[in-house]
């Protein structure tokens, strides 16, 4: 019966079939799920977004731990005319993004190696030994950094949003051109973005 209704679900496109016979989502369970993202109540998010643009003018993004996907669930972008554009429902790497170094930082071992190997299967072991001192030095600040690993010419920092155990079920972030927003500026307004993601870690968010 199992064996049956799985093949059911990957003759709709809800679930495929990998070589080592896994099951992962399918397209139409994915197309699904973006669909469902952007109608979350991003409200809950808005406050503290909105602080952080008004603070410091770039743009800044929530993204959720959804499965072992970082997803963004809610953004603002930047007024000004050269800024990196993304979307909510855009995955983000974990092993090049600010969000991405946090929810390493503060994930338990296991979930951690989970999120790495989905991102880059067989190369998360050496992955891992390469993050190492800036996973070490993201816990140690609270604080998640991207030096245009991301993206040539973009700097990101990042800070974690926490559940009630101390582990990260996301990441709060502001994002902008290295030109302009330079490592000194983006170093002000930490202490903004810290308070803003403890508030974030007070809420009720989406996670599985």
Not at 45 to 52: P, V, W, Y
Not at 125 to 130: G, H, I, M, N
Not at 188 to 202: D, V
Request: proline residues 5%; contains cysteine; aromatic residues 4%.
């Amino acid at each position: 019966t199992v064996s049956r209704l799985a093949r059911l679900l990957e003759e709709h496109g809800l679930v495929r079939r990998l070589p080592d016979k896994r099951y992962v989502p399918g397209p139409s369970l994915l197309a699904l799920g973006l669909r469902s993202l952007r109608r979350l109540p991003a409200d809950r998010f808005n406050g503290a977004i909105q602080t952080l643009v008004d603070l410091t003018g770039e743009s800044v993004s929530v993204g959720l731990l959804l499965g072992d996907e970082i997803t963004l669930v809610a953004r603002r972008e930047s007024t000004h005319a050269l800024r990196y554009v993304a979307s909510v429902g855009d995955v983000i790497a974990p092993h090049r993004s600010a969000m991405g170094k946090v929810v390493l930082a503060y994930a338990p071992p296991q979930r951690g190696d989970r999120i790495l190997r989905e991102a880059v299967g067989n190369e998360a072991d050496a992955v891992r030994a390469d993050l190492a001192d800036e996973l070490a030095e993201t816990l140690a600040t609270g604080i998640g950094r991207d030096e245009e690993s991301f993206a040539v010419g973009l700097r990101c920092v990042a800070a974690p949003i926490l559940d009630g155990d101390g582990s990260a079920v996301g990441a709060l972030s502001i994002s902008g051109p290295s030109a302009r927003f330079t490592r000194e500026l983006a170093d002000g307004f930490l202490p903004a973005l810290r308070e803003q993601a403890g508030r974030l870690s007070q809420l009720p968010t989406l996670v599985s």
